[in-house]
């Protein structure tokens, strides 16, 4: 008998090596555009864009090159890395075929170790590098590159044997490692105003917009020989209006849902995203809408906590002033107009962004202040 039907599930084990071995030999481009976009805020153009492209690259492979080799570049906050993300799980239906790799560590020429491993003798030289241990093991998989401009140069050109030939070397062991079922995905927050810019106002064609962020890009910094490698690049818009407020929400839900918590219909006080997109509008792209809405998260922290504790199953968030009180809503309470949470359309202040805040105070409310 079989060893493995005696000790664990076959089945099982070879549908598991089966998916992380399979070859993506054909993808739908709208049925991924349409699943990215349900989870992707204000990218709607650059994810068609996108998806068609990898489209025909898969359909038409290269030998001894990777599926693809694209950068996304663009303000931070964008959506640049969590649309790789949400890529890699979207096409290969497992969170494990995507390889995250913070180049922001990799500043200095040595850092070329930890990712390519490091010669005999040298400390580290009994194991594999982040890169080449991450192909190794996922070969079919999503390579994502972040912040790709703060990486040391030196570093950028250890991947051009990847791009051009199809492998990178292990240096421990010399060992080449294949690169040809892998989508690599650079991400750049470098000339960012511009590249906003051009993505905003550019009227011409998909390549002549792809020419001028390279070039940008190069005025940046990037070496030649690392743009000619690169197969599209693609610029994110900068997020603006109920785009921003929609991407907070978002996160506040995702926040709640770590603690068991949802957020009760209609539950985040408008005041507060109100106050998310003036914040970033005035600030500008610098932080991008993720360090407003991680400033939200510090604040509401400890009240998703209590409300936890107090065995609620849902909450609301309400805007008080300079200060948000999450609100349990227990099963027993009224999920309706009469809760704290609710303001009638007349108590709008026509000289502010929102509605006045009106919330009573409630015994079991949990507060927090509100970004300055």
């Not at 349409?34 to 992707?40: E, N, Y």
């Not at 599926?67 to 890395?81: D, H």
């Not at 979207?90 to 790799?101: F, G, M, T, V």
């Amino acid at each position: 008998m079989d060893p493995l039907k005696r000790l664990t599930d076959i089945d099982a084990l070879a549908k598991a090596w089966d998916a992380k071995n399979a070859k993506l030999t054909v993808i739908d481009a709208e049925a991924l555009a349409a699943t990215l976009k349900s989870k992707v805020i204000g990218q709607d153009d650059v994810i068609d864009h996108i998806c068609r492209t990898l489209k025909r690259r898969i359909a038409a492979r290269r030998p001894n090159k990777p599926l693809a080799v694209f950068c996304f570049a663009g303000s931070p906050g964008v959506g640049k890395t969590y649309l790789a993300k949400v890529m890699a799980e979207a096409i290969y239906k497992s969170k494990n075929h995507l390889h995250h790799i913070d180049m922001s560590t990799a500043a200095q020429g040595h850092a070329a170790n930890s990712l390519f491993g490091s010669p005999k003798g040298y400390i580290g030289s009994n194991s594999y590098g982040s890169v080449t241990a991450a192909l190794r093991d996922v070969p079919n998989s999503i390579m994502l590159l972040d912040e790709f401009e703060k990486a040391n140069p030196d570093v950028h050109k250890r991947f051009l044997t990847a791009w051009n030939d199809g492998f990178v070397t292990e240096v421990s062991d010399g060992a080449k490692i294949a690169t040809n079922e892998a989508i690599f995905i650079l991400t750049t927050n470098a000339a960012s105003r511009r590249i906003g810019e051009m993505a905003r106002d550019h009227q011409g064609t998909q390549q002549e917009l792809d020419k001028m962020i390279k070039s940008t890009l190069a005025d940046a910094g990037f070496a030649p020989e690392v743009l000619s490698r690169i197969d599209n690049v693609f610029a994110f818009k900068e997020m603006k209006g109920l785009d921003i407020a929609r991407i907070v929400a978002l996160i506040i839900e995702d926040q709640a849902r770590e603690y068991k918590l949802s957020i009760a219909e209609g539950g985040i006080d408008p005041e507060i995203l109100l106050g998310a997109i003036s914040k970033v509008m005035e600030e500008g792209q610098k932080g991008g809408v993720r360090e407003i809405a991680r400033d939200i998260e510090d604040q509401i922290a400890d009240g998703l906590v209590d409300a936890k504790s107090e065995g609620a199953k849902k909450v609301r968030l309400v805007s008080t002033g300079d200060r948000v009180e999450v609100i349990p809503v227990h099963d027993d309470d009224d999920d309706g107009g009469d809760d704290a949470a609710a303001k009638p359309s007349d108590e709008l202040d026509d000289n502010a962004a929102g509605p006045r805040a009106s919330a009573r105070s409630a015994g079991t409310a949990k507060q927090a202040r509100t970004p300055d």
